[in-house]
T-cell receptor, first 114, second 114 residues
Framework: EAQVTQNPRYLITVTGKKLTVTCSQN?????MSWYRQDPGLGLRQIYY???????DKGDVPEGYKVSRKEKRNFPLILESPSPNQTSLYFC?????????????FGPGTRLTVT | GDSVTQMEGPVTLSEEAFLTINCTYT??????LFWYVQYPGEGLQLLLK?????DKGSNKGFEATYRKETTSFHLEKGSVQVSDSAVYFC?????????????FGAGTRLFVKA
């Protein structure tokens, strides 16, 4: 089954404790992206990757890191989480068709930083 | 910069009512436009898309037409069902802006009553 998986689905942590949210896709997509969803703000892009070892900042990259060492995996790293990073996070992978991108989303990771 | 504005919700309708969710955009290039749907507890799913002016995207009874003159991409459905209750996101992807940036609207929550 074609899918994007994220782990963990729920995470409660404390300020300053490094964490990683994993993302994996089995569709051989080149493009992957991380978003955060906050009430009233929709989804905002954190980072994206257009291929292995190619990453770039989205609209809200501060406080986050990513890596793309393999095509299927795109982990999101919070080196020193803060309460303002409490949010719902989505990973997506994308197929490029005729110059446009159709995105396939994971189920989300709800992060709470206390 | 690019932006997407969609009508605020929640929108509450009775079953079989007509649905319109307004979406307007600003973009520097020639964006592709999308509607995504998010059911409770799930990630987003692509509902429909349009890649150029006057294109009509359609899926599951939903339609939206890419109107360049009014910079709009309104979502419509002739007869909603309880199962359509979800959050709907309008989005644009502007490949001429470079990279793989996707801008989402804030989302519109739809409740359909039996």
């Amino acid at each position: 089954e074609a899918q994007v998986t994220q782990n963990p689905r729920y995470l409660i942590t404390v300020t300053g404790k490094k964490l990683t949210v994993t993302c994996s896709q089995n569709m051989n997509h080149e493009y992957m992206s991380w978003y955060r969803q906050d009430p009233g703000l929709g989804l905002r892009q954190i980072y994206y990757s257009m291929n292995v070892e190619v990453t770039d900042k989205g609209d809200v990259p501060e406080g986050y890191k990513v890596s793309r060492k393999e095509k299927r995996n795109f982990p999101l790293i919070l080196e020193s989480p803060s309460p303002n990073q409490t949010s719902l996070y989505f990973c997506a992978s994308s197929l490029r068709l005729a110059g446009t991108y159709e995105q396939y989303f994971g189920p989300g990771t709800r992060l709470t930083v206390t | 910069g690019d932006s997407v504005t969609q009508m605020e919700g929640p929108v509450t309708l009775s079953e079989e009512a007509f649905l319109t969710i307004n979406c307007t955009y600003t973009a520097t290039g020639y964006p592709s436009l999308f509607w995504y749907v998010q059911y409770p507890g799930e990630g987003l799913q692509l509902l429909l898309k349009a890649t150029k002016a006057d294109d009509k995207g359609s899926n599951k009874g939903f339609e939206a037409t890419y109107r360049k003159e009014t910079t709009s991409f309104h979502l419509e459905k002739g007869s909603v069902q309880v199962s359509d209750s979800a959050v709907y996101f309008c989005a644009l992807s502007d490949s001429l802006a470079g990279g793989f940036k996707t801008i989402f609207g804030a989302g519109t929550r739809l409740f359909v009553k039996a």
